[in-house]
């Protein structure tokens, strides 16, 4: 208390107050200033226990992050948001307590990750704020305790990688059972950005892979793979990137994977075991469209030789694979997409060409010369008569000449 008459403002004693039955502050100021009137002023100085409710943490839904690097940086939205509830009495005790209304707050809010954090936007009860942002990132900021929405948006970087990834297959890509049950391993690790925050929905176009083809999806911390239809576009023209849409493009089915969430630091690998159901049936022929027999030929994956196993560290190439009589060459239970098939005399290379698992065949006309057997036996034969003939002509002149 702080009498008129003195500048000095006074504790007081526990002696010189009570609190009743309702909490209510009992102080006889006739006994204290030992007089019948008093001009005083009294300060209280209290703790009041404030509920903090809906306190959370989340990645803006609306945000599109669809990868199409092998690394590559985001900057995803997110909401920080609470609830400050406070009460007060409201003069009747046979009445609950009410919303505090008239109880004014100045908060300081300390995120971590704070100075990782841009772009912020602070709302309370959907009011636009300004002039709340310190130097040093914390977030100053007046609120009443009636249960106002406290909401700081933000926005901040993560940097993702896709570790071992075989090109734009995102992925390593195996055999596991039978002849057609393949595995395709994805390593995607995310190695900068806020410590504290996980991100989600990473999303990835799978161009080789159809949801109908999925047999199960699995992460090594079991968090959910989610795969969904999608429509791509695959083009002769461009065969290394399948991702990339074009006008005339003929549009395929693929599918979109979303990338099980991350920490930063961590590598999360997740996988879809799928069955190969395509098959590649290749003709190999001349200039002129006639079969080339016995030609061997080596088949690429997005850079890498096709297999049982493909990745940038290790490989397991198929067997050599020949071309019939019929210049035909059937290569069963591959995934779908592009390859690239290098054609072979014994060990030269004769040529190289772009195919495809949607083409029913995929004919290869090489530049190897046409000659058929006839030609070379019709050939011989007069080359044969033609020599007896020189024979003759030259056996009848020596004669000619003895006369």
Not at 57 to 62: D, S
Not at 106 to 114: A, F, H, R, T
Not at 269 to 276: H, I, V
Not at 299 to 318: A, E, V
Request: with cysteine.
């Amino acid at each position: 208390v702080q009498n008129s008459t003195n500048p000095i403002i006074e504790e007081l004693n526990e002696e010189d107050y009570t609190i009743d039955s309702y909490d209510y502050f009992v102080f006889n100021y006739l006994n204290y200033f030992s007089t019948t009137f008093h001009n005083f002023s009294i300060y209280f100085i209290f703790e009041y226990t404030l509920t903090l409710e809906m306190w959370n943490l989340t990645q803006n839904p609306t945000d599109v992050l669809s990868l199409t690097q092998q690394t590559q940086t985001f900057s995803p939205s997110f909401y920080y948001q609470f609830t400050l509830i406070g009460t007060k009495i409201t003069g009747n005790v046979t009445i609950p307590p009410e919303l505090a209304d008239n109880l004014i707050l100045e908060i300081i809010v300390n995120p971590l990750d704070k100075d990782l954090f841009f772009d912020h936007i602070l709302e309370i009860d959907d009011q636009s704020k300004v002039g709340f942002l310190e130097p040093d990132k914390k977030i100053n900021a007046t609120i009443s305790a009636d249960a106002k929405l406290f909401s700081l948006k933000f926005s901040t970087n993560f940097t993702i990688m896709f570790e071992n990834s075989v090109d734009f297959s995102w992925a390593i890509d195996r055999l596991i059972g039978g002849r057609n049950i393949r595995e395709r391993i994805y390593f995607p690790s995310l190695i900068s950005g806020p410590k504290h925050i996980f991100l989600k929905d990473i999303t990835l176009v799978e161009s080789t892979i159809i949801v109908e083809q999925i047999i199960s999806n699995s992460s090594i911390f079991g968090r959910n793979v989610n795969v969904f239809d999608e429509i791509v576009s695959i083009t002769q023209e461009n065969i290394e990137n399948s991702l990339i849409f074009t006008e005339n493009a003929v549009k395929r089915k693929g599918l979109k994977l979303i990338i099980p969430y991350l920490i930063v630091g961590e590598t999360n690998p997740c996988s879809l075991k799928y069955s190969a159901t395509n098959d590649l049936k290749i003709v190999i022929t001349d200039s002129i469209r006639m079969p080339l027999v016995g030609y061997r030929i080596e088949l690429n994956y997005y850079g890498k030789n096709y297999g049982t196993f493909i990745s940038n560290d290790f490989n397991q190439p198929m067997a050599y694979a020949y071309s019939d009589e019929n210049g035909e060459i059937l290569i069963e239970n591959v995934p779908n997409g592009n390859y690239t098939v290098k054609i072979y005399q014994d060990t030269t290379l004769i040529t190289e060409f772009q195919i495809n698992t949607f083409r029913e065949v995929n004919f290869l006309i090489t530049d190897v010369i046409h000659f058929p057997l006839w030609i070379l036996i019709f050939g011989g034969i007069s080359g044969i008569l033609m020599l007896l003939g020189l024979l003759l002509y030259f056996n009848y002149v020596k004669k000619s000449h003895k006369r």
